[in-house]
Structures are given as C-alpha cells and as structure tokens.
C-alpha cells in the first residue's frame, strides 16, 4: 500500500505570500493518478488539481499542481483569505483503491 | 448540474443500525463508481469503499471489509452506506464522491456529508 505524507503539518502564511505544500509518497506514482483537495471547515472537500497539475473547473489559476514519482507539489501562487484552509494529496491505486494524505493545515499568521 | 445529496444527520445508540444515503443527478447515475470516505473529528480523510451503481459490483477498503455495507439502487439514483451494529467508534462524517476516471483519476462531485453520532 502507498503511503502519502504531506509536509508541513501546518503551515502559517499571510494573505499575498506564496503557499507550497508538498506531498511524498512511499512508492512512485502514477501522476495520472495524483490529486489535491481543499477542505474549509463545516465543508466537503473540494476538488483543486487532478492529474497532478491540472485543474478543476473552476479552479483559479493561482492554484498550481507539479511533480512526477514520490514529489508532487501544491503551489498557490498569492494567497486570498479563502485559501486558509486544510489541503490533501490524493493517490489512486489498483482495486479502486484511493488513499489521502493526512492533510496540510494552511492557517493565518 | 452534477449533483450529490446525502440524507441528514443520525443520532444512533451502540449496536443499533443504520443506512445512509446519497443521490445524485445531473449525470448518468449507472455510469460512475460511487465511493464513500469517512473523517473523524478532527481527522483527515479515509477512504472506505466503492460502488458500480450499474451492476452493484462493489469493493472496500480493508480497513473497512466486514464493518459496512455499501450497495446501490440505480433506479432511484442513489448508493447507500449501511452498518448493522454501530460502535461509538463509528461516529464520523461520511461523504459520498463521485470517482471520475477521464484524463486522470480523481473524487470530482462529492456529498455535502452526512454526520453519524453513535452514543448511548
């Protein structure tokens, strides 16, 4: 089983500065089968990026996904205030398997 | 408009059962898988299982093999989540998502989430 680790735990950023979120996983993967999701709370999660680095429909183009292997990235580009929010990596495997990462806290310093 | 409605919030005591369920429109309902995820509070994401509504064909995680039940009725749009004796470690939110597999896998339209409360 591939395991995701999202680093950091939390990160404390301020509206305008530029947000990277990283995730790891223990085996390669495919980067047809890598995602992310934002999470605010009381929500659902929402999908960001799928396919590594493409984005959802709907996405704003501050949003960005990139990698390939174990190393993927989530880069917003300048933070707004609906952006704090927690982040998770998303993985695809066989059997219809999906597994997340435990999530990056992104919060307001 | 792709849509995904689970029914509301469950207040359930240990060893009582539960079914939950989640419908969707706006899209052919037999032609997606279906999967469920649950949160604890305060806790990230897991995946549970998933459901081919067309022809029921259904697989689980093996974290939750054996504790849940997850099945489909494709004539009225709607896959359902079911325990048939709750622990009060079952209290979580569930969310059904919609796996999309076109031009990379993802969970592309999910649930707004039904909260299960197990407590006597």
Same mark, same amino acid.
């Given at each position: 089983?591939?395991?995701l %680790?999202?680093s950091?735990g939390t990160?404390?950023?301020?509206? #305008?500065e530029?947000? %990277?979120?990283?995730c790891r996983a =223990?085996?390669?993967?495919? =980067? ?11 929500q ?8 590594a680095?493409?984005?959802?429909? !709907?996405?704003?183009d501050?949003?960005? #996904?990139?990698?390939?292997? %174990?190393d993927?990235t989530?880069t917003?580009?300048?933070l707004?205030p609906e952006?704090f929010?927690?982040?998770?990596c998303q993985q695809y495997?066989?059997s219809l398997m999906y597994?997340? #990462?435990q !999530? %990056?806290k992104?919060?307001i310093? | 408009e792709v849509q995904?409605?689970q $029914?509301?919030?469950e207040?359930?005591?240990? @060893?009582?059962?539960?079914k939950i $369920?989640c419908? @969707?429109?706006?899209?052919?309902f037999? $032609?997606y898988? &279906?999967?469920?995820v649950r949160?604890?509070p305060?806790?990230g994401?897991?995946?549970? @299982? &998933?459901i081919?509504p067309g022809d029921?064909d259904? *697989?689980y ?5 054996g504790q849940?039940? &997850?099945s489909?009725?494709k ?5 359902y989540?079911?325990?048939s ?5 079952d209290?979580?939110m569930?969310?059904?998502a919609r796996?999309q597999?076109?031009?990379?896998t *993802?969970l592309?339209?999910?649930g ?9």
């Amino acid at each position: 089983e591939i395991v995701l %680790t999202q680093s950091p735990g939390t990160l404390s950023l301020s509206p #305008g500065e530029r947000a %990277t979120l990283s995730c790891r996983a =223990s085996q390669s993967v495919s =980067s047809s089968y890598l995602a992310w999701y934002q999470q605010k709370p009381g929500q659902a999660p929402r999908l960001l990026i799928y396919g590594a680095s493409s984005r959802a429909t !709907g996405i704003p183009d501050r949003f960005s #996904g990139s990698g390939s292997g %174990t190393d993927f990235t989530l880069t917003i580009s300048r933070l707004e205030p609906e952006d704090f929010a927690v982040y998770y990596c998303q993985q695809y495997g066989s059997s219809l398997m999906y597994t997340f #990462g435990q !999530g %990056t806290k992104l919060e307001i310093k | 408009e792709v849509q995904l409605v689970q $029914s509301g919030a469950e207040v359930k005591k240990p @060893g009582e059962s539960l079914k939950i $369920s989640c419908k @969707g429109s706006g899209y052919s309902f037999t $032609s997606y898988w &279906i999967g469920w995820v649950r949160q604890m509070p305060g806790k990230g994401l897991e995946w549970m @299982g &998933i459901i081919y509504p067309g022809d029921s064909d259904t *697989r689980y995680s093996p974290s939750f093999q054996g504790q849940v039940t &997850i099945s489909a009725d494709k004539s009225i749009s709607t896959a359902y989540l079911q325990w048939s004796s709750l622990k009060a470690s079952d209290t979580a939110m569930y969310y059904c998502a919609r796996h999309q597999a076109v031009a990379g896998t *993802r969970l592309d339209y999910w649930g707004q989430g039904t909260l299960v409360t197990v407590s006597s």
